[in-house]
């Protein structure tokens, strides 16, 4: 599984990044982006939870 952020929708309220930080980090743009490409089995649940979490919809799982 991997989480992905549209860099255009994100409004880098940093919910994903406080909450959430081995997946996901702030970029030099002060967006957020999850840097591994593939998350590891134990942060699946995690990932899930976050898609929830942003308040814009950001971030999608696949
Ligand atoms: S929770 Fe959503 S809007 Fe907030 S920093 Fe993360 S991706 Fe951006």
Redesign the pocket.
Known sequence: MRVT?DKEV????????NTYPEI?KFNSDD??EAPETELPKNLENAGHDAVD????G??VAE
């Open positions: 952020v994100c409004i880098s309220c940093g919910m994903c990044v996901f967006k957020a979490l942003c308040p814009v950001a971030i």
